[in-house]
């Protein structure tokens, strides 16, 4: 993984274009399930020179940029480039799409958006320009918040997966115990409970993957300090994660420090964290990737963390299955009776 300094800023979107929702008249109800594998997208142009050009150069190095906190270089997106005019019913099903058409009776960029279009999920973004000089400026302007719509959808794709298999027993416990509202698939345990922690764990034959909460009593924005979000995550996994010998127990990997940056998670301030952990006195290790904010009904700064497990292969998608799961975690206050 490419060195990079921790981030510690505020997530700004700057001049980005209205956010069109069209409506089609499409029943969504009698849509098909939409196909294609994790983190992947089709990508539409109006011709092979022009993903073989600058504009398919632009649009390859933003969606496949390097996923932070990751042991190796793994793409954000992988991409299956389709011409304008071979974009036939095959590829309408695919859970991402975004379509890049120049059309020079458009007098500025348009840029538009619909879930669930030809299929469910789904998430296609069209973006019109008159000519391709404009599509260079509209991109970049607009490029953070494409890619935060199809990153929503993967969390929604595997979301719609994980609730036909939610294990209600430790949904009902994490609601019952720590006030928390999560949906765990079946395939995760409860591996350790305390006052104020919780450790899930999912054992696959080749891999795993595990979830901790924990939460502390909110005192002021200083909780919210990059070295004090790693000092409290180490404090945690020293006392609650042992190592699989005496005396060892799971840190953070600071050969590389984690990247943090300010976040709307879920339409609340939070803190997200991804990084490398290992073991202290072995030889494990993996990424993880962690939301910090706070409860305000019950006046606590909470963590939600999830970890993943698998030497010597790829980890993206365990991570994005992990992240989607955080992403289910509900607030009290945004709860309608």
Request: include cysteine.
């Amino acid at each position: 993984m490419k060195n990079r300094q921790s981030i510690f800023g505020k997530l700004a979107i700057a001049g980005f274009l209205v956010l069109v929702v069209t409506g089609c008249g499409f029943d969504s109800s009698g849509l098909q399930p939409s196909t294609g594998k994790t983190n992947e997208m089709v990508v539409v142009t109006p011709g092979d020179a022009y993903w073989n050009g600058k504009m398919g150069m632009e649009i390859r190095q933003f969606f496949g940029q390097e996923v932070p906190g990751l042991p190796q270089s793994e793409e954000m997106f992988d991409m299956a480039h389709v011409p304008d005019a071979n974009f036939s019913k095959l590829f309408k099903t695919h859970h991402n799409i975004f379509i890049v058409d120049i059309d020079p009776n458009f007098k500025k960029p348009l840029l538009e958006t619909k879930p669930d279009l030809w299929a469910k999920p789904q998430r296609v973004v069209k973006m019109v320009v008159p000519n391709e000089e404009a599509f260079y400026d509209a991109f970049n302007k607009n490029k953070a918040a494409i890619i935060e719509l199809f990153n929503e959808n993967e969390r929604h794709r595997v979301n719609t997966a994980f609730g036909t298999i939610q294990d209600y027993t430790i949904t009902g416990t994490l609601k019952d115990k720590y006030q928390v509202t999560m949906v765990i698939p079946q395939s995760f345990y409860i591996a350790t409970q305390a006052s104020d922690f919780v450790w899930l764990r999912r054992e696959a034959e080749m891999f795993s993957q595990a979830i901790m909460i924990w939460y502390h009593p909110y005192t002021d924005t200083s909780a919210f300090d990059y070295n004090t979000l790693l000092a409290v995550r180490d404090s945690i996994t020293r006392k609650f994660i042992p190592g699989p010998s005496g005396n060892s127990y799971m840190k953070i990997a600071m050969q590389e420090p984690p990247v943090a940056r300010r976040i709307d998670f879920k339409e609340h301030f939070a803190i997200e964290m991804r990084g490398l952990w290992e073991v202290e006195g072995d030889f494990m290790g993996g990424p993880f990737l962690s939301y910090t904010f706070v409860d305000e009904p019950n006046s606590r700064l909470v963590t939600i963390d999830g970890y993943a497990y698998n030497p010597s292969q790829e980890k993206r998608d365990l991570i994005r299955q992990l992240e989607a799961i955080l992403y289910t975690y509900q607030f009290n206050s945004d709860k309608t009776e």
